[in-house]
Structures are given as C-alpha cells and as structure tokens.
C-alpha cells in the first residue's frame, strides 16, 4: 500500500515538474518570437533564410556548449573552463590531424579532443566535490591551465582542420546544417536521459536538495564529479564543431563562449541555484541569444555591445530571484 502511495506521490511530482518546464519553455519561446518581431522591424534583412540559415551553426555550436553549462548550474555548480575547453580540443584536432588527413586519423584527432575535454571536466568535478573548492574559483584555475595546454600545443599559431572534417561540419543533410543535426540529438538523449531513467531522476533529485538525496542513499559526490566530466565532454564537442565550421579557429576561439553558455541557461529561464530545469529552454535561449547578436550587429553596434547585453542578462538572472524572495518575504 505504502508503494502505491509513493509511486502515486512520484507521479503526481513528475506530471507537476513536466507542467513547469512546459511553461517555462512556452514563456521563452514567446520571448523570442517577440524578438523576431522587433527583429523583423528593425532590421528584415536578418529574417532572411539566408541569414537564418547562417545562423544556424553558430546557435548549435552554443547549444551543445550551453547543454554542457545547463548540467553544472542544475547540479548547483558554475564552469568557467568552457572557454578554455573548447580552445584546447580545437587546437587538439588542428594540430594532431594533417590538412589531407583520412577517416582514421580525423578520428583519432576527434577521440583525443573529446578525451582531453572530458578530462579537463574530471579534474574541475574532483577539486569541487572532493576537495570543496568552490566551483568559481576551481574552474577558473583549470580553465587557465587548458589555455595553456592550447598554447603549448599550438606553438601560438592557429592551423587549419582537415578538410574531410570542415566539409563535415560545414554539410548539409536534409538541407539541414549538420552541426544543428548534432545538437538536436544531443538535446533530446539528454532530455530523455533525464526524464526517463533512474539515474536521470536521481541527477535532478541531487539538483532540487543534496541533503534530502543524500538522505536517501544517493551518491551525491560521484554524481558532482560526473556532471563535470560529462560538460567537458560536451564543451569538447562543441569546440570540435567550431574548429570545422571556421576551418581555422583561434588560439582563444571558446573565450565568447564563457558569458554565451551562461546567458543560454538565464535566458531559458533556468535558475543558477539549480534543482530542475529545462532543456529546451536553454536551446531556445541559445537561439535568441545567437539572433540577437545577430540583430545588434545588423544594426550597426559594435561587437562588443553583445558582450555587455550578455553580462546585462547573466546579473538580471541572478538578481531578480532574489529581489523576488525579499519582496516576498517583506
């Protein structure tokens, strides 16, 4: 009886948590065709198919990157070394595959830029749950050392990817980007990792309360150090498809990518305290952010200025949850 009840209590929360996400991700998606509404009166021109479809690569690349940010923040976390992540497997893949490289070379250059994000992923989750550094201050150390690694790898000089891999990343299937194709999969194994599986459910218990699933005989710690390991790979992988879109990507091509990936979550409406959030939240936050950096460059700002609109939403997002508990609370 008492099972019943419980599996009974689990659904009801279950259903409750599906009703929020679809709101939340009904409110951002109404945000962001209110933007292709503005958009489409400031400038048409960026509500082209073409210029949609240019966008498309670069809002994938952020997606993959931002799916990767999204775990960390929902376990409570915060990862800085995406930048320096995504700069290291470029490089890996440019300096460890030649111009005219075959499959199984491409491949090999692949796996050890997947490997070292993972890495780099594994030692930021080890220093915060097992040394409890905090998360902050972690990533930034680690983030320094990849930037390093790059550098060392690199010589300082940026090279080119093989072309087998640049005409990959630059494809179309279905008249689809490829890259958007990698990132749509990737959203929907982790969206269905987490919603349907024990160890899912169990990442976003961990999330909502450490102490209640510590309570419960979850292993919290090994969960932390994974999250990391898994953004790490995910950052890797985005760093792979940028250095195939660019063809020759920068020694500090994933610095952008530090405030972009945090922007995504904030503006999918996610919190950084952690607990549930949305997925496909974050996907649309990643396009709206994509757009609207678009958007600001078509009408003539400057580069910098989507730097500033990002650091704008990053404080929003923080503050506004707390300026709701006080008016609450008074």
Sequence with gaps: ????????????QEAKGARAELS?????????????????????????????????????????????????????????????????SAVIVTNFAERGAGPTGIVLAVLLALGAGTAVGTINGLIVTLLRVPPLVTTIGVNALAIGATVYISGGVPSAVPDALGALALGRSFGVPNTFLVM??????????????????????????????RALGIRVTSYGWLTYALAGLFFALAGVLLAGFVSVPTIMCGNEYMLSTVAAVVVGGNSLSG????????????????????????????????????????????????IVRRMRGN
């Design 24 to 88: 939340q991700t009904a409110f951002v998606g109404i945000a962001t065709l209110s933007l292709l509404v503005i958009g489409g009166f400031l400038a048409p021109q960026s509500l082209s198919i073409p210029a949609l479809s240019t966008m498309l690569p670069f809002m994938a690349i952020l997606g993959v990157a931002a799916i990767g940010q999204h775990l960390v923040i929902q376990q409570r976390g915060f990862d800085i070394s995406v930048a320096g992540t995504i700069s290291l």
């Design 184 to 213: 749509l999969a990737i959203a929907a194994f982790v969206v269905f990792f987490e919603r349907r599986t024990v160890i899912g459910r169990q990442f976003i218990a961990i999330g909502t309360s450490p102490s209640a699933a």
């Design 1 to 12: 009886m008492d099972s019943k009840m419980e599996k009974a209590q689990t659904l009801v």
């Design 275 to 322: 607990g549930r959030a949305s997925i496909p939240a974050t996907i649309i936050g990643a396009f709206f952010l994509t757009y609207l950096g678009q958007l600001v460059l078509s009408v003539g700002f400057e580069r910098s200025t989507q730097d500033v609109v990002k650091a704008t939403i990053i404080i929003i997002g923080v503050a506004l949850p707390e």
